[in-house]
Structure formats: C-alpha cells, structure tokens
C-alpha cells in the first residue's frame, strides 16, 4: 500500500533561496540527461545504465548537486522518456520532455522524516536543510495513523505551489506499508465509473454529479487565461486568490464525494471498489482537460484512504470497451452509446451510459479474480439491491 502526503514545509528565507537554487539545478540535470536519451537522429535510450555511464559524471561536474540527486535526476528523466517512447508505440504523440515544473524528487537517501516531531531534513546544493512542516487541516483526521508501525517513507518530491499565496514549497511524502490483499475466496467488488456529466457512478445505482464541479474548474480555466494574457502584477495575484479558492472547493467536495462512495460499499458490504485506470483514459475525456484527469486521481485517493480504514480494498481495470460492452448481454458495439444514453443494438437493453460502464468496471475485476472450477471468477458483483454472479446469475439481498 502507498499513500502521498502533503506537507507544507516552513522555510526561512535562506533555506528557500537554498532551495530553489537546487530545484533548478535538478530540474537542469534532468535536461541534460534527456537531451543524451533523445538525439537529433530520432533515437531515444532510457536504460538507465546507460543514461548513468552518458551523463553522470558530466552532470556532477557541471551542477553543485550531491551524487544521490543526481541519481534521481537520471531516474526522473528515464522515466520522462520511457513514458514518451510508449505513446508512440499506441500510435500517440509525444515530444522531447521539458522540465519547467519547480519540482525535485527524494528518497530515503536524501530525506529523513521525524514524522512525530513535525520536522524533515532534506539533501541541497550546499548541505542539508532541517525544517518543521504543517499539516493541511484536511488530512488531520487521517495523519495519526501514519506515526503508527510499519509505514517507511518512500520516493517523494518537493515541490512549490505557484497557486497559493506566497508561493510555498510542500513536501509531497511516499509513504508505504506492506498490507495483506484481500484473500476473500467470495469477494464482492463494485465498479465506479468516472466522468464528466456524472463525477462518479456505481454499480449499485448511486450517481454524484459533476456539473457544478466542472463548470467551475472550466469557468475559472477561462479566466485564468485571460489573467494571464494581461500579464499584470495585478492578475498574477488575482490568480493566485482564485486558485486557492478554487482548489478548496474541489477538495472539499472530491471528499465528500469520496465519503460517499465508501459509505456505500460499507452497506452493500463490499470488499473490493474497483476503477478504471486512470492513466488509461486520460486520453479519452473531453478535449484531455488536466483538471478533469486532476479531479480523477483526486478522487481516487481519497476513497483510498477512506476504504484502507474501513478493510477494503481499491483495484483499477482497463477501461478498454467498458463503455461499448452491454452489461446485459455481453454484446460490444461503439453504437450502443450514445452519449448518457445506452442501448444495446443486440438485445435492447436501454440504461444510462456511465452506470452500465460501473457494473462493466466491477464485473472486469471479478472476471479477473480467483478462478472457480468453471474457469470464470468466484467474486460477485455488488448492484442496487442484490449481487450478480460472473455465469450471470442474480440474488437479491434479502431485508429484514
């Protein structure tokens, strides 16, 4: 299990000069070593060893950076490229990597958290920095579970927040424990479908609508760019008050949102909440917006860290044909949807779009699990008022 936390770290104004001098230097490093991976010639290399023997010792010549960060450097571009390499095998575009974001990665090498004590030291240019961190008021009712034995800090970052007020830097910290998987011979999975015009449907027939939360993300992505085309001083701290206000209101209602959909698995006495990998259908919401895939993960994480308290588990499935495929029948055709609404051409099952993709998303995660004599999975699928066997049997839940 792995869980990111952020934390606002509390600089003085020598340890943020500091800081930021690192943070360009890292992000310098991480250039240098993708403009080696990816020559004029179109030939791209992200093996890592190769990438070290290329440009380590050229990196540390030329940047101030400790040997560790230059390490993470590497990682970090190997990464950017092996990301780009395979989009262009799925036949997507992709371009050199360019490292603008004020961002530098850790591990347990070059940080040490004192989670009890509210303090971190982290590697720079020029020694370490020592320093408290506050607690976003968010995360209080969860960070107490975290003091608790076995979770070990893992890969984070540092990074600044350009949004809010005074710019500050904010350690985003990996943490992670070793936990046992769900070992039910009998699980019952429910599927979240997430999307636009519904934030968030499940496979038990809750809806949670998106309008409002979208309608205000895109309205201030407008205004924004129009604060940015004006290039003031006077803009840039308009943005900046929008922004905070803005991303307060989203969390506050991805968090409800998120309390909700655990609040239903608890009654429907689920064991597993399943969603579609994110990463997967980034490409395929409207128009690619990064606050859409943003709100996604935020989501996620958060009915994360709310079904981890209550013993259930978070899985993600492929999202390929969940949105074609008939719950019903089986049959899939790009046809059957039209928009919010499905209707199967094969068997004229007729039923709101994102709610037949849910019971699609949970039924992949059953079909996928531990397998009965019959070769088909031994879960059951979690529906408004009773579960659905993966041979298409149906039992309703009993009241009373």
């Known amino acids: 299990m792995r869980r990111t936390v952020k934390l606002k770290l509390e600089l003085s104004s020598t340890e943020r000069s500091l800081l930021e001098e690192t943070v360009d230097q890292f992000k ?15 030939l791209k290399t992200y093996n890592k060893n190769k990438l070290h023997d290329r440009t380590y010792q050229d990196v540390r010549k030329e940047t ?3 040997a560790n960060l230059v390490i993470r450097a590497r990682d970090r571009a ?7 390499v395979e989009r262009l095998k799925n036949g997507k575009k992709a371009s050199k990597p360019e490292f603008t974001s004020d961002s530098i990665a850790y591990d347990k090498r070059t940080l040490t958290v004192w989670l009890d004590e509210r303090k971190c ?3 720079t240019i020029d020694g370490r920095i020592k320093t408290d961190f506050a607690i976003p008021e968010e995360l209080n009712d969860y960070f107490e579970k975290y003091l608790e034995d076995g979770w070990q800090v893992c890969q984070s970052t540092i990074e600044k927040h350009e949004y809010e007020d005074g710019e500050p830097y904010y350690l985003h910290l990996g943490l992670e424990k070793e936990t046992p998987r769900n070992t039910s011979p009998n699980p019952t999975v429910m599927g979240v479908d997430l999307g636009v015009e519904n934030l968030a449907v499940t496979s038990t027939g809750e809806f949670f609508s998106g309008t409002e939360l979208f309608h205000k993300l895109e309205r201030f992505e407008e ?5 940015q085309a004006e290039g003031t001083r006077s803009a840039h701290l308009t943005i900046k008050s929008m922004s905070g206000r803005e991303n307060r209101f989203a969390c506050d209602t991805l968090h409800r949102v ?7 698995a608890v009654e429907k006495n689920v064991d597993v909440i399943v969603f579609e990998n994110l990463e997967e259908i980034r490409e395929s919401i409207s128009n690619g917006k990064k606050f859409q895939s943003w709100a996604f993960r935020k989501l996620k994480e958060y009915v994360e860290y709310k079904a981890e308290d209550q013993g259930i588990e978070v899985k993600t499935v492929s999202p390929k044909y969940t949105s074609q495929r008939c719950s019903k029948c089986g049959n899939t055709r790009r046809e059957n949807r039209n928009n919010q609404h499905f209707k199967c051409e094969r068997c004229g099952y007729e039923v709101d779009s994102d709610y037949n993709a849910s019971k699609n998303i949970g039924m992949k995660a059953v079909l996928g699990g531990q397998k009965s004599q019959s070769r088909m999975g031994n879960g059951q699928l979690a529906l408004k008022s009773g579960v659905l066997k993966p041979n298409g049997n149906y039992f309703p839940t009993h009241s009373g």
């Open 78 to 84: 190997s990464e950017a490229i092996k990301g780009c």
């Open 258 to 264: 998120s309390k909700r959909i655990v609040q239903e």
């Open 64 to 66: 101030d950076l400790p």
């Open 28 to 42: 310098d490093a991480c250039q240098k070593v993708v403009d080696c991976g990816w020559d004029e010639d179109g």
């Open 121 to 123: 030291s982290f590697s």
């Open 223 to 227: 205004i924004r760019g129009e604060l």
